[in-house]
């Protein structure tokens, strides 16, 4: 990198950093870390090196790993997912690999049942171990949204069902492809699939949550529960070179590539595709990539052409990251 690349990469990673401050001067969250490309800045107890659960933000890694099972023709997209998981998804012949990935199933969200979301508080069953099937048990016991490809719905058990799929495909488990096709060639030397495992590396700042009024530690716990839908955890670089190599298409290919970003209109806030997200921000420039949630910890990657910001902080109950999310992400991409 020359000279006059290396400084406007420093001042576009130091330009966001009221924004980030913000959140935590605001008590919006307890600490806060973003890096833009490779320069990285922490607000609060943190150090910009953290570690941080990444939520939904697996669902890019999980849809990548389909991607590349359709490059190497041993998956279709617009194939029946009976194909590949024959008789585990109700009307499975009707629900193609690619509603499944873009949230046009229909399918029920398990973690919409009580006690089914690692984004509420679930006392001492946090730390229960959670099978695949048990959350299809509980997905499958309500009726669909709506007729696959007729709506769009977030559902975690769309994902469960892609984990499967990456394992009935491969004979091998979903993590572990994860780690072999993803993590492994691309060196993300702080991103990991912990299983059962509650805690997080070193160094990593704590999630809180409320219960009945008083602030309680949520870091630890099992994440099972959430498995292929959003168990992984990472770093606001890693994930920054992870996104940078997804659409620099040196995970798939390019018509890989541009199956996953065919979005279908989702919310008022964004469009979705095959484990991607795109958002508009109110400069009106467009970025890709994939939020996520668990209790205690937000993450947001986004990326539009070859400036890459991902941020990670660990919210407060009763606070609001709004303003301060959008002015920082419209001062790295807009300003």
């Not at 669909?144 to 892609?162: E, K």
């Not at 572990?176 to 590396?201: M, Q, Y």
């Not at 298409?249 to 970003?261: D, I, P």
Request: net charge neutral; glycine share 10%.
């Amino acid at each position: 990198m020359n000279f006059t690349a290396l400084l406007a990469s420093a001042v576009l990673a130091l330009a966001p950093v009221p924004q980030l401050q913000q959140l935590v001067d605001d008590g919006a969250a307890s600490t806060a870390v973003l890096a833009v490309g490779a320069q990285s800045s922490a607000a609060g107890p943190i150090t910009p090196d953290a570690y941080f659960r990444i939520g939904s933000v697996t669902k890019t890694f999980v849809a990548t790993a389909v991607l590349q099972l359709v490059d190497e023709q041993r998956v279709r997209l617009d194939a029946p997912i009976e194909r590949y998981l024959p008789g585990v998804v109700p009307g499975g012949r009707r629900i193609t690999v690619r509603q499944v990935l873009d949230h046009t199933s229909g399918i029920y969200d398990y973690a919409h049942d009580p006690g089914w979301s690692t984004n509420r508080w679930r006392g001492s069953d946090r730390f229960q171990h959670y099978e695949p099937s048990q959350l299809l048990t509980v997905a499958f016991s309500h009726p669909p949204y709506f007729p696959p490809g007729t709506g769009w719905h977030y559902s975690n058990t769309n994902y469960i069902l892609a984990g499967l799929l990456i394992e009935r495909v491969t004979g091998r488990p979903y993590g572990a492809e994860i780690v072999r096709r993803i993590v492994k060639p691309l060196a993300l030397t702080h991103t990991s699939l912990p299983g059962d495992w509650p805690g997080l590396p070193t160094p990593h700042a704590p999630g809180y949550t409320s219960v009945d009024g008083k602030l309680v530690d949520a870091t630890l716990m099992n994440p099972s529960l959430d498995w292929a839908a959003g168990e992984m955890i990472s770093t606001t670089a890693d994930l920054n070179r992870f996104f940078a190599a997804l659409f620099d298409a040196r995970l798939t290919s390019r018509a890989a590539l541009a199956e996953m970003r065919r979005y279908v209109p989702a919310t008022g806030l964004f469009d979705y595709g095959l484990g991607l997200q795109r958002f508009r921000l109110p400069c009106g420039t467009t970025v890709e990539g994939h939020s996520g949630e668990l209790l205690g910890y937000t993450t947001y990657s986004t990326h539009s052409g070859a400036t890459h910001a991902t941020l990670s902080y660990n919210p407060l109950p009763g606070g609001d990251a709004s303003s301060a999310v959008i002015g920082l992400f419209t001062a790295v991409h807009c300003e």
